[in-house]
């Protein structure tokens, strides 16, 4: 064997050895994840469907003041199982795994006024207003992933609705002009507008594409947050093949959220 053939099995060999590591560790994340699945999210599950059987008194009268507390309980327990799901969705979308499962004929409209139901407590407490335009008809289906888009789309709202103290939050959907260019696909638009804080410019970017990202104010004077929510959002929404972006006119001038998906 010549010197130069040897270096080159030297070289493969090297690669290969490291290649086997890089495997290793992909298996051990994998059953990180995994474990964390199962001892996070199964407790919770439990505790959920326990506290459910309490408030609906399959387990004698509940006298009203332990109502109250337990259905705080069942808030918590339920904003808790969302952290932890979307903790595992990122850390899926980081392993490059396949996290959303597109469908045919899905309505955005329909997923909307759910995530508008979820909020409906909230944004009578803080006398906002959270509504949606109805869209021409017939507005077309698309090809989604309806429970993910729904994460995505609920991030989004959920922070207009935090980041807002007077007005609300006004949603629309559009469907995109015919394009002119015949390689490009028609789309649809959904923009989320709050008349909020706003987003300082040098800021809005980030927001997308960095995990624990805040803007300053939102740190400074919202108390807490994970700044997770965007970066699920913006990874969900580029695995339709979408895209997600924001404007703000800057601080205290309110935020528009723009989301761009294929029509399929
Ligand atoms: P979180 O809201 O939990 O901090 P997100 O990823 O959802 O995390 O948002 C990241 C940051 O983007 C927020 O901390 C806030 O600074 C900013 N932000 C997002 N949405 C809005 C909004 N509607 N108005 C003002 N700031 C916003």
């Known amino acids: ?33 995994m474990a964390t699945q199962h001892h996070l999210r199964t407790p919770l599950t439990s505790m959920r469907g326990y506290l459910d059987l309490l408030l609906d008194g399959s387990y004698g009268k509940v006298p009203k003041r332990i109502g109250e507390i337990l259905k705080k309980f069942e808030t918590s327990t339920k904003n808790e199982v969302r952290v932890v799901n979307e903790l595992l969705d ?3 979308f980081q392993l490059g795994k396949e996290v959303v499962n597109l469908q045919e004929n899905i309505s955005i409209e329909t997923i909307l006024k759910e995530v508008i139901e979820e909020f409906q407590l909230e944004t009578e407490k803080k006398n906002i207003y959270l509504k949606l335009e109805k869209p021409e008809k017939p507005f077309p289906q698309i090809k989604a992933d309806p429970q993910k888009l729904k994460v995505a789309l609920f991030n989004v709202v959920d922070n207009g609705i935090k980041y807002t103290k007077q007005g609300g939050v006004t949603i629309k959907i559009k469907k995109e ?11 649809i638009k959904i923009i989320i507008q709050d008349t909020g804080i706003g987003i300082a410019k040098e800021e809005i970017d980030n ?21 997770i929510g965007l970066f699920l959002a ?8 979408g895209k997600i972006w924001a404007e703000s006119e800057g601080k205290n001038k309110g935020s528009t959220f723009f989301v761009e998906l294929p029509i399929s």
């Open 207 to 227: 927001l997308f594409i960095r995990t624990f990202e805040r803007g300053e104010t939102a740190e400074k004077l919202w108390g807490p947050g994970k700044g």
């Open 1 to 33: 064997m010549d010197e130069q053939t040897k270096e080159i099995r030297k070289a493969y060999e090297v690669e290969k050895k490291a290649r086997k590591e890089l495997e290793r560790l992909d298996r051990a994340k994998d059953q990180f994840i």
């Open 177 to 187: 002009q015919v394009p002119r260019k015949r390689e490009q696909k028609p789309k």
């Open 90 to 92: 990122i850390s899926q």
């Open 234 to 241: 913006n990874q969900i929404i580029k695995a339709h093949q």
